[in-house]
Each structure stands twice: as structure tokens, then as C-alpha cells.
């Protein structure tokens, strides 16, 4: 089969930094599906692995976002059936999507909306299991529950993660929804997606909330560039307040800025289950069904900004590029594998 990957980080324009090549067909575990892939979606995930990727000589591919049919499964699998429509955010300790063919473990894979195609259903997977656990799991909120008149602060609203955490978000009662945006584009699309008001992080949140007449927040979502957002947003919580980032620090936080609050600091790692093979791991399953009837029943919206085109080497460097660039909006697709007219082997 045809896969894309790595030998060793390159930067995103170099033409050796993600590359085509023949590999063996995988075989399915006991527990895996095997799943034809149909689309993938690029997040920042790819290219902090493409640029982490130990220089050893071994071919590395990524991709943690697939849409696909399944072709094979295990002897254990229950629940799947051959021909299915399946979609998945895959597992960070295995090859990722980014072939002709994927092995994932099924417990953590969903039939996928039927009101979408595959390459919309793509852009959901990683940030709709991102932004429910941080909400409904982290954060102890539930869709429909009211918990009080409380407010959350999504600090990046228009980036992947937080195009999801809006629209569910949304739809706890009694929340106030404010999302955080530096452009007049990125604005208007936390807007559309329905944050109730939006700031800009670059400038004083302080004085922008007391100005527009919002509340300080209880909730906060760190979903970009947590050194230098982090000092402000503990500034800002309220008391007994939670903050979560999805992004690890390149100097560790000052916690002690939380203690005379009694706030609390959380991590949020999509992949924490699929990983460590946790008791809990086919959770991920049922978010991703409860996700497809939220879409099906017109409740979520897919978050494609752009389809880049077929999967190729060449249009995964351009994703890669501009995800590093911290100006995108929502999810980037690309959608099937081109007619095999060449092929770029590398020894």
C-alpha cells in the first residue's frame, strides 16, 4: 500500500520532510479494524510529531483524523460489520492514517454521521473527543444540564479544538460562552459557530470583559500558546475556577498563582485513553456515536475550513505549513489517495 511519512524532521517546505512509499499491507489484531481510508484531517498533532521524529532511520507515519470503510477486522471485533462507514481519531503509539490502509483498535472507532461525507466527517474525530472530555468530563458540565449561570473562556475559538468547544458548549443552559479570536475572519467564524461574544488575546482580556459588560470566567480553555496566555487567564478566573490546556508549556507554570483562588489546573490529552490502554477506553467509541447523532440530528456542524485536495506527500507539507503558520481556521481535509500514476520510493 501507498503510506506518507518521515525518516527524519525536516521543516514543513522541505520536499524530504513528509514523502510517498510502498509499505507492507497491514493485518489486523484481534481487537482492530482494518479501514480503507477515504479522508484524513491535518492537526497540529502531524506536525509537532513531524518535528519530534527521532532521526533513526525508520519511516514514521502520521495522521490522526480518518474517515474510511472497513475492509478486515479481528476475530474479537463486535459491533462492526464489513462495508461500514467508520470514523476515528486513531491512537498516537501506532502508524497513523496517513495510507492507503489502517490498522485502529476498534473500541475507540464509531460509524461515522450519515448525513456527512467522508471528507466533513473527517474534520470532527480528534477535536470533537478533545473538546467533549475537556467539557463534559474535565470540566463536569453536561449538554441539556444546566449547572448554574457560569461562564467559559475559550482562549483560540477559532482553531480546531475550539470550533467544537463552541458548538458544545453551547448547549449547556445558563453558560456564557466567550471565545477568544485576533482576527476580523477568525472573529466572524467564532461568531457563526455561536459564541455569545469574543476577545482578543493579543490584547488586555481584563479590560475587554469589564468593558463589554462579561463576567469573569469560571471555566477557561488554554487551547494555544499557554506561556503566554496562562499568567492572564489565572489572573482572570474566578475563585474556585478551573482552567485546562490541551498545549504543554515551554517553561513550567507558576501553580501558586492559583492556590488563594482554590482553582484548579487540568491536562487534557485526547489520546491519554487510546495510549494506555485505560479501563475506560472504548469511552471514546461512544463519544464519537453520540458526536454522529449530535451531526445527524443538526445540532454540531463540521468544522472543514479548506479541502487541500487528494492525499499526497506534497499537499500534506502544505497542511503542515500552514497549521505551523497559528493562522487556520478550523480543520484542514484531504480526501482520498490520487489514481497511482507514480510512485516515490526513498531507500
Known amino acids: 500500500m501507498r503510506a506518507i511519512g518521515l525518516f527524519k524532521p ?10 510517498e512509499l510502498d509499505i507492507p499491507d497491514p493485518k489486523p489484531g484481534p481487537n482492530d479494524l482494518l479501514v480503507r481510508i477515504e479522508a484524513i484531517s491535518v492537526n497540529p498533532a502531524d506536525y509537532r510529531m513531524r518535528n519530534r521524529k527521532a532521526d533513526d532511520g525508520t519511516f514514521t507515519v502520521l495522521g490522526w483524523d480518518a474517515t474510511g470503510e472497513v475492509v478486515g ?31 485502529v483498535d476498534s473500541a475507540i472507532v464509531a460509524r461515522r454521521p450519515v448525513s456527512l461525507s467522508a471528507s466533513d466527517a473527517v474534520s470532527l ?12 468530563e474535565r470540566f463536569g458540565l453536561c449538554p441539556g444540564l444546566s449547572s448554574g449561570p457560569l461562564t467559559i473562556l475559550i482562549v483560540g475559538g477559532a482553531g480546531g479544538v475550539g470550533s467544537i468547544a463552541i458548538q458544545l458548549a453551547r448547549m449547556v443552559p445558563d453558560l456564557t460562552v ?17 459564541a455569545h461574544a469574543v476577545i482578543d488575546h493579543f490584547a488586555d482580556m481584563g479590560a475587554q470583559l469589564a468593558g463589554q459588560g462579561l463576567p469573569r470566567p469560571n471555566l477557561v480553555l488554554l487551547l494555544n500558546n499557554p506561556d503566554r496566555h496562562y499568567p492572564a487567564m489565572a489572573n482572570l478566573l474566578e475563585a474556585q475556577g478551573r482552567i485546562c490546556s490541551v498545549v504543554p508549556f515551554d517553561t513550567a507554570p507558576d501553580l501558586n498563582l492559583l492556590m488563594r483562588k482554590s482553582a484548579s489546573f487540568l491536562w487534557e490529552f485526547m489520546f491519554t485513553r487510546p495510549m494506555f490502554s485505560t479501563p475506560d477506553k472504548a469511552r471514546q467509541g461512544e463519544i ?9 440530528e443538526g445540532k454540531l456542524a463540521p468544522t472543514a475550513s479548506a479541502n487541500l485536495g487528494p492525499i499526497t506527500a506534497e499537499n500534506l507539507r502544505t497542511a503542515h505549513a500552514r497549521l505551523e503558520s497559528g493562522r487556520t481556521l478550523g480543520k ?12 516515490e520510493n526513498y531507500p
Do not use: Q
Request: proline share 9%; net charge neutral; glycine share 8%.
Open 10 to 19: 525536516l521543516p514543513a517546505d522541505n520536499p524530504m520532510s513528509l514523502v
Open 178 to 194: 466567550i471565545a477568544t479570536a485576533s482576527r476580523p475572519a477568525s472573529r466572524a467564524w467564532c461568531e457563526r459557530l455561536g
Open 288 to 296: 464519537l456515536k453520540k458526536v454522529a447523532t449530535f451531526v445527524d
Open 125 to 136: 474525530p480528534l477535536t470533537a473527543l478533545t473538546a467533549w472530555e475537556i467539557l463534559f
Open 73 to 103: 477486522m479481528g476475530a474479537d471485533v463486535p459491533g462492526f460489520a464489513l462495508g461500514d462507514a467508520v470514523y476515528y481519531a486513531g491512537d498516537l503509539s501506532r502508524p497513523g492514517a496517513n495510507s492507503e490502509l489502517h490498522l
Open 332 to 343: 484542514l481535509v484531504l480526501s482520498g489517495f490520487p489514481s497511482p500514476t507514480r510512485k
